[in-house]
Every structure is written in structure tokens, then in C-alpha cells.
């Protein structure tokens, strides 16, 4: 079981930054992929950004591409969002999610820290 902790959310004005962390109970952290996925008020959850096991291997949404970072520390449990030029669109619920390599679903969800950007 692997229980993650999301902090760093908040109230941003438009252009400016926030970091998000997700902080993993297990130390078998290092095996598994990470996900940030979000959720818009009265929208569905939605993928923003993803990294493999290794650290090696990125993925984003078109959407947060070239504005948003997903990066990963092992040593530390904890996978970060760097999230620049924020957008009053980028307001949402973000989670954390993780899942081993052989997965394609994410089995373990944080419970979210809330990102207003205002105009």
C-alpha cells in the first residue's frame, strides 16, 4: 500500500508560480511511475503530467507543455510540479498518483491540494 501526501497548492495571481509535492509512505517509491492529474470545478479529473520510475522518461499534457516541470527524488519519496505561468485555466483540485511500471491504471491517489489562479 502506498499512501501519498500532496502540499504546496494555493492562491496565485495569472503569471505567476507555485510548486506542488507529493510526499510517498513506502520506500518502494523508487519502483513506481508518478502522475499529477487535475480537476477544473464541474470538469472530470484530467492528466497534466507524468514520470517514470527512473526519473528518465516525462510526459505532459499539451496544455501545461512548456510550462509546467514534473521531476522526481527518490531519496526523498517525493515527486514535485513545478508550475510556472500560471493561467486562471489551470485552476483546479491537483492529485498525486502513482502506479508500478507494468500498470497502466494508477492504483494509489492522494487526496488533492487545491491551485486558484486568479486573473
Known amino acids: 500500500q502506498v499512501q501519498l501526501v500532496e502540499s504546496g497548492g494555493g492562491l496565485v495571481q495569472a503569471g505567476g508560480s507555485l510548486r506542488l509535492s507529493c510526499t510517498a509512505s513506502?520506500?518502494?517509491?523508487?519502483?513506481?511511475?508518478m502522475g499529477w492529474f487535475r480537476q477544473a470545478p464541474g470538469k472530470e479529473r484530467v492528466f497534466a503530467a507524468a514520470?517514470?520510475?527512473?526519473?528518465?522518461?516525462?510526459n505532459y499534457a499539451d496544455s501545461v507543455k512548456g510550462r509546467f516541470t514534473i521531476s522526481k527524488d527518490n531519496a526523498k519519496n517525493t515527486v514535485y510540479l513545478q508550475m510556472n505561468s500560471l493561467k486562471p485555466e489551470d485552476t483546479g483540485v491537483y492529485y498525486c498518483?502513482?502506479?508500478?511500471?507494468?500498470?497502466?491504471?494508477?492504483?494509489?491517489w492522494g487526496q488533492g491540494t487545491q491551485v486558484t489562479v486568479s486573473s
Open positions: 498518483a502513482a502506479r508500478p511500471p507494468v500498470k497502466a491504471g494508477y492504483d494509489y
Open positions: 513506502r520506500r518502494a517509491f523508487s519502483n513506481y511511475d
Open positions: 514520470i517514470s520510475w527512473s526519473g528518465g522518461r516525462t
